[in-house]
């Protein structure tokens, strides 16, 4: 079956770096975009980023272009998020989830992963 | 960007009503709008997607409609496992865009 696990997030000071990861598994990874959402405490669902299946194509959200990198290393079954210059705002549960479909079949995103947690705080 | 419009925020309803959330686009989207459902401490789970396509194992109690701008989710029944917030998602343009999302309670 499909599994999304994250990792990486943490406690970190406004102005710093870190990296999410997702591990993925129980399907081809290479053959599907993937991207990352991000939920702050008690608010809504935020789409942050969106990369192609053979990461040449990459899109970003307003609020974290220049600062955010979404990258993906195929052999490893992997998706990252590399987060530099942190702010406060960035406190969210980050979210990696896959993309899924084609044609009349285009889901967006099929399935998720449980989330980690970033906090940006001093 | 294109900004989705919910409503209501919230809304309370007893069981085996009938519950309907709408879901507004600034623009023409078509029909590519998906519904997902949240329960509390849980990832996000997809329900519906292209407008009314049900998603593979998801009650049939549950249903989307629309095109265009205007797209509504609908439970047929509600049920106690149906407590939940529930968000659009517009995947026509970059960025994609959320609605601000609808909690579901039970009376």
């Known amino acids: 079956q499909v599994q999304l696990v994250e990792s990486g997030g943490g406690v970190v000071q406004p102005g710093g770096s870190l990296r999410l990861s997702c591990a993925a598994s129980g399907f081809i990874f290479g053959s599907f975009g993937m991207h990352w959402v991000r939920q702050a405490p008690g608010k809504g669902l935020e789409w942050v980023a969106d990369?192609?299946?053979?990461?040449?194509?990459?899109?970003?959200a307003d609020s974290v272009r220049g600062r955010f990198t979404i990258s993906r290393e195929n052999s490893k079954n992997t998706l990252y998020l590399q987060m530099n210059s942190l702010r406060a705002e960035d406190t969210a549960v980050y979210y990696c989830?896959?993309?899924f479909g084609s044609g009349n079949y285009y889901k967006g995103l099929d399935y998720w992963g449980q989330g980690s947690l970033v906090t940006v705080s001093s | 960007d294109i900004q989705m419009t919910q409503s209501p925020s919230t809304l309370s309803a007893s069981v085996g009503d009938r519950v309907t959330i709408t879901c507004r686009a600034s623009?023409?989207?078509?029909?590519?709008l998906a519904w997902h459902q949240q329960k509390s401490g849980k990832a996000p789970k997809l329900l519906i997607y292209?407008?009314?396509s049900l998603e593979s194992g998801v009650s049939s109690r549950f249903s989307g409609s629309g095109s265009g701008t205007e797209f509504t989710l609908t439970i047929s029944s509600l049920q106690p496992d149906d407590l939940a917030t529930y968000y659009c998602l517009q995947y026509d343009s970059y960025p994609w865009t959320f609605g601000q999302g609808t909690k579901v309670e039970i009376k």
């Open positions: 989830a896959r993309d």
């Open positions: 292209k407008a009314s």
């Open positions: 990369i192609w299946f053979d990461g040449r194509n990459k899109y970003y």
């Open positions: 623009q023409s989207i078509n029909t590519w």
